[in-house]
């Protein structure tokens, strides 16, 4: 029993034995006079009836007691309650404030962060306006291409104009020809550097009718411009882009250079160095010394067994690698396709063999087809790859093959598929 519930309990069983609180008068209103001046009254009214310390009274107010204690738990249970609604109430109001406090500095940092990223992007249009202001003033120059005698020739007025000590108008008008007749190889920050030179050593020479010396290293900034301009070459096919990159090449892209006697295309990215990164492959470009392909047809029968087949009507022979023979020499190394149709004789079974030879192996079967005792038919091909001077024939072995001037029923083909190595 806490303290407050002890006072309540002394204070109403007080009130009852001294009659401040009638248990038994439901119509008794106590008024603050009562409190203050009846207790002496009932006392001796109490004494005088013998109703101090009735066992009826007591129970009355024990039983009173009793109530008050369990509304007093009660108001206890709900004061405990309120407070800890009240606690997480300010639990979460406290939560609240400092989620609103941390978006508050959220925001704060977010429009700090596009205040800097809007003056970096005014700084970077204004480097931009800068750069096309620059690029503007070369265009003229760049975009003429002129040949080294165009260069030269301007040179040459140039040159006339400083040994006549002509006026700045007259050297402006040198310095614009010079200008439009320079090359675009150069690459531009060595054309940028050499032209600055080559206006500010001239115009202080005709302003001052300069001396020799000063003619003299005029002359030197235009034999460099003259070496910028100029074609590069080491004499040799490029095999890579590091040998582009020499030669002056400056603008990456797709090139074909020469690898293991080929031609092959390779990115090329110049904004690298000479490593992995500078060189990318692409692929093997057809590129063939010379066009090798053929078409031959018989206009007649031939049945001379164990003989080359030969051939009267050749339609097509670039190359010339096919003789009338009918023996294929082959004028390059790399890959053949050959193909071969026929008709077999009637009551004659027709067998044809293909038939390759070699520096090292002599004529070898690789191939062959065959008809039937009736008009039927038949037909090989061959994918090889051969040498230089490797031979291929078609031999027939047994029966005959019918054909005539108006069928053309016979036809030997071959083409050169890729070339291996290139004669460079």
Known sequence: MTKLSLVVFVWIWHCAVYGQLPLNNVDYNPYTSTFLSQPTKQIRAARATGRLGNPQNI???????AISLQLNKQIEATTAS??????????????TNADLSSTQKQVSDLMEALTKANDATKAAQADLDKTNSALSQWSAALKAKASKEELYGAVSHFTAALDEKAFKEEMDHAVGQLTTALDAKALKEELDSAVAKFTTNGTAALNTKASKSDLEATNLEVSKLKVLTSPNSNGAIPTSCGDLKTFGFAKSGIYSVMISKQVQNVYCDFSKSNDAGLQKWIGIVDVKSAPVYFQAQRTSSYSTVDSVVPFDLIRLNDGKALDPS???????????FFGFSGLSDNGALARVVLEVKTATVDWSRVGEGYGDTTFKTFAFHATLELLKGDQVRLVLTEG???????????????VLIAQNELTV
């Open 59 to 65: 129970r009355d107010a024990l039983s009173l007691s």
């Open 400 to 414: 005959a093959i019918h054909d005539s001037d108006l069928h053309f029923y016979t036809n030997f083909v071959g």
């Open 326 to 336: 009918g023996v294929f020499v082959a004028p390059a190394p790399g890959k053949y």
């Open 82 to 95: 309120l407070a800890s609604q009240l606690k997480d109430t300010n639990d979460k109001l406290e939560k």
